[in-house]
């Protein structure tokens, strides 16, 4: 899609092409995998999907991040700055994963906390190169770069050993290497969170109950019109709902019965 001022509403954003394949090709491509776009059958441009293996991981992050000094970039105000995280890809590249609301009119932004799950922010890997990136937002869309720092989730989390609460930024842009602005981390906390196996097997005991709501509004169970109506060869849609969901508790029911 094509979006500059909608970026939260699908319905405003502009469609480019598409293009559909399987998991099957993306991986038996190598590195990665390049496809003609098509925009109501004509070429619209081509497509490039890289894919890589994740680790499996149940935890997920907590961030509260701040700036302090940031170079000012709007002609007559300080700066609207926002944060993007981005993860570097096994080829090299970096791959965002999110990406903030700007701050408006301040050099010494605190953004609001948000939580990403570690799979989304690292692949499961805490070593993993992170690029944090922080933006003065336009409204043209014409989005300039403040700076930016690289560091990884094992280096910024204090439960991992991590000593690491700020960072210098540094605008890429520029022929001679200089500060832009600093980035803190107020708080970066990883927390385990548990599946539904995880109850299961931690001892969860489920008892399986069901109900049905007869409400004289239905109407009664032998009139065909009536919601309750049943049929040798059709439930209805409470039946229907009840085998749905008993099918995959009541295997967990311990007891198994189910009233």
């Known amino acids: 899609v094509d979006d500059k001022h909608h970026v939260d509403n699908i319905d405003k954003q502009q469609l480019l092409g598409t293009m559909e394949c399987t998991l099957a090709e993306v991986m038996a491509a190598g590195e990665h995998l390049t496809k003609s776009l098509r925009l109501q059958g004509n070429p ?55 990406r ?29 190169t992170l690029q944090f990136s922080v933006w003065d937002w336009n409204k043209s869309g014409n989005n300039v770069i403040i700076g930016v720092c690289t560091t990884s989730l094992k280096d910024i989390c204090p439960e991992r050993g991590g000593q690491v609460f700020s960072l210098d930024l540094t605008n890429p842009t520029y022929k001679k290497k200089k500060t832009t602005g600093v980035l803190v981390f107020t708080s970066v906390r990883v927390t385990q969170v548990h599946s539904f196996v995880d109850y299961i097997r931690g001892g969860c005991q489920i008892s399986l109950i069901t109900a049905v709501d007869f409400t004289a509004s239905n109407g009664h169970p032998s009139d065909p019109t009536s919601l309750h109506h049943s049929t040798p060869t059709k439930e209805n849609e409470y039946l229907q709902a009840i085998r749905s969901v008993a099918s995959v508790l009541a295997p967990y029911d311990s007891d198994q019965m189910i009233p």
């Not at 999907?49 to 992050?61: C, G, L, R, Y």
């Not at 609301?101 to 692949?123: G, Y």
């Open 44 to 98: 619209a441009g081509k497509i490039t999907i890289q894919a890589e293996e994740v680790q499996d991981s149940k935890f997920v992050v907590d961030f509260e991040l701040s700036a302090t000094k940031l170079e000012k970039k709007d002609l007559f105000g300080k700066s609207d700055p926002y944060i993007e995280i981005a993860k570097s890809q096994e080829g090299g590249a970096f791959t965002m994963v999110y």
């Open 100 to 128: 903030s609301q700007p701050i408006m009119k301040t050099l010494s932004p605190r953004w609001p906390a948000f939580q990403l799950e570690i799979q989304k922010l690292c692949s499961g890997d805490w070593e993993r």
